[in-house]
């Protein structure tokens, strides 16, 4: 499979928001540009996902179509030494869901009861600057639980009520979360309520990613907790 069917592979909004990486940042004096090398350790994941490497991918469209590339040709080129690998983690895993397990039946009576209903997270956008076509300015990024929740997302002057396609996307800017939401205007501010699942995922540094039909993808920084 080539590059051009790895990425056709994609969902219709994953090849947008790849699309949106390739070409929003030109960088065209190639300014803080990563080496190949780096570029290829990114793409292998050889690298934490905290690198702040990771981060210039999403303000440099070159350095992040070379790391996409060096990601094709690792799809297309098997590595039975990384099999292995994978497969020694995948039993070690196994071993702590098994511990995990027996320790649950034997301490399920202790347990505190479980928090019944999800928690809500206002995320207030109204203090980001937002530009059309390109990403939002440097601000505190908004805070995320990783429990079962719903999100209320105020957002920024200047937003329109409709249907919105929403995304979180991770430190190697792949799409984690998807859902679409209504906004509507409430009390004179554009709200969003939806439902996040986010318990999967891991803590970290995410951006979260909106889109009203018709428009251009925005995108907000996210700590998850």
Same mark, same amino acid.
């Given at each position: 499979?080539?590059?051009?069917?790895?990425?056709?592979?994609?969902?219709?909004?994953?090849?947008?928001?790849?699309?949106?990486?390739?070409?929003?940042?030109?960088?065209?004096?190639?300014?803080?540009?990563?080496?190949?090398?780096?570029?290829?350790?990114?793409?292998?994941?050889?690298?934490?996902?905290?690198?702040?490497?990771?981060?210039?991918?999403?303000?440099?469209?070159?350095?992040?179509?070379?790391?996409?590339?060096?990601?094709?040709?690792?799809?297309?080129?098997?590595? $039975?030494?990384?099999?292995?690998?994978?497969?020694?983690?995948? @039993?070690? #895993? &196994? !071993?702590? =869901? %098994?511990?995990?397990?027996?320790?649950?039946?034997?301490?399920?009576?202790?347990?505190?009861?479980?928090?019944?209903?999800?928690?809500?997270?206002?995320?207030?956008?109204?203090?980001?600057?937002?530009?059309?076509?390109?990403?939002?300015?440097?601000? $505190?990024?908004?805070?995320?639980?990783?429990?079962?929740?719903? @999100?209320? #997302? &105020? !957002?920024? =002057? %200047?937003?329109?009520?409709?249907?919105?396609?929403?995304?979180?996307?991770?430190?190697?800017?792949?799409?984690?979360?998807?859902?679409?939401?209504?906004?509507?205007?409430?009390?004179?501010?554009?709200?969003?309520?939806?439902?996040?699942?986010?318990?999967?995922?891991?803590?970290?540094?995410?951006?979260?990613?909106?889109?009203?039909?018709?428009?251009?993808?925005?995108?907000?920084?996210?700590?998850?907790?």
């Amino acid at each position: 499979m080539g590059r051009e069917d790895s990425e056709r592979d994609q969902t219709p909004v994953d090849r947008e928001v790849d699309w949106f990486f390739k070409n929003a940042s030109p960088n065209p004096d190639r300014v803080d540009c990563l080496s190949e090398e780096t570029l290829r350790q990114l793409a292998q994941r050889s690298r934490p996902i905290s690198d702040p490497g990771y981060e210039h991918l999403s303000r440099c469209s070159p350095c992040y179509q070379q790391f996409r590339r060096f990601q094709a040709d690792g799809l297309n080129r098997p590595n $039975p030494q990384a099999r292995g690998k994978l497969l020694a983690i995948a @039993a070690g #895993i &196994l !071993l702590v =869901i %098994g511990a995990v397990s027996s320790f649950w039946w034997f301490n399920r009576h202790d347990a505190q009861p479980r928090r019944i209903g999800p928690e809500i997270a206002v995320l207030d956008l109204r203090s980001f600057l937002v530009t059309r076509g390109t990403q939002t300015p440097a601000r $505190p990024p908004i805070k995320l639980s990783r429990g079962d929740l719903r @999100a209320d #997302i &105020l !957002l920024p =002057i %200047g937003y329109e009520p409709g249907q919105y396609d929403l995304r979180l996307v991770n430190g190697s800017l792949e799409t984690v979360f998807t859902t679409k939401a209504g906004a509507a205007l409430e009390n004179q501010v554009v709200t969003i309520h939806t439902p996040m699942t986010l318990s999967d995922l891991h803590a970290g540094q995410y951006q979260l990613a909106l889109k009203r039909e018709g428009e251009d993808w925005h995108f907000f920084p996210t700590t998850l907790e």
